[in-house]
């Protein structure tokens, strides 16, 4: 069966540090993978997507993320971070069925 | 482009009562798609439909029910609202189901009380 886990569900980094989101997943198949975030009392903004492309994925606002089959991985990262980044992400996996599955998502707090 | 709206943001209602959650995409979308989101649960399918005519339930469809009359438009419906019913109610949509134009575009939410 697929999943998603997200290993964090609130992570706290200070202005201009570096950020990263874990996301794991189990799949069988090839899946394709994202990032979305939620900023408060707003609905769901794609960052960005692997489909079997790159491995290294680059979205907006700075982000991006990395497939790493080995690990099962797709960590999400930002070289600095920005009080505007403050939101909750999430990490979605889509499998061979085309089943669209979530994580539980983490809260990213900035801290200035 | 709209994108996808939802009406309305908030709503309360009674215990037993019923009510009709709007969704309207203008991107030409087959595929549309109800989520709630509790705190913590991330996002659960409700229902969704890959085109005009056609739906099928999600992981939680107890409760709710759909229609697609058209390709823009996606209403949920509830009937005997419960207190288990208070969420938020999110509605997507993408061009395809499968890679590589599967990504979902996502309207602004519903936030529902039952009480």
């Known amino acids: 069966a697929q999943s998603v886990t997200q290993l964090d569900s609130h992570v706290s980094v200070s202005e201009g540090t570096p950020v990263l989101l874990r996301c794991n997943y189990s799949?069988?198949?090839?899946?394709?993978l994202f990032w979305y975030v939620q900023h408060p009392n707003k609905g769901l903004q794609l960052l960005l997507k692997y489909t079997s492309a790159a491995t290294l994925v680059k979205g907006i606002n700075g982000f991006e993320a990395e497939f790493k089959k080995s690990e099962t991985s797709f960590h999400l990262t930002k070289p600095s971070a920005h009080m505007s980044d403050a939101a909750e992400y999430f990490c979605v996996v889509s499998d061979e069925n085309d089943k669209i599955i979530f994580g539980k998502g983490t809260r990213l707090h900035i801290l200035p | 482009n709209a994108g996808v709206t939802q009406t309305p943001k908030f709503r309360i209602l009674k215990i037993g009562q019923s009510m009709t959650l709007q969704c309207t995409q203008d991107m030409n979308h087959n595929y549309m798609y109800w989520y709630r989101q509790d705190p913590g649960m991330g996002l659960k399918l409700i229902y969704y439909s890959v085109g005009a005519g056609i739906t099928d339930k999600g992981e939680v469809p107890n409760g709710y029910n759909v229609s697609r009359s058209t390709t823009e438009d996606f209403p949920l419906r509830l009937e005997l609202a419960a207190p288990s019913q208070t969420s938020v109610y999110f509605c997507?949509?993408?061009?395809?189901?499968?890679?590589?134009?599967?990504?979902?575009?996502f309207g602004p939410g519903t936030r529902l009380t039952v009480l």
């Open positions: 997507a949509s993408s061009y395809y189901r499968g890679p590589p134009y599967n990504e979902q575009f």
């Open positions: 799949s069988s198949y090839s899946p394709s």
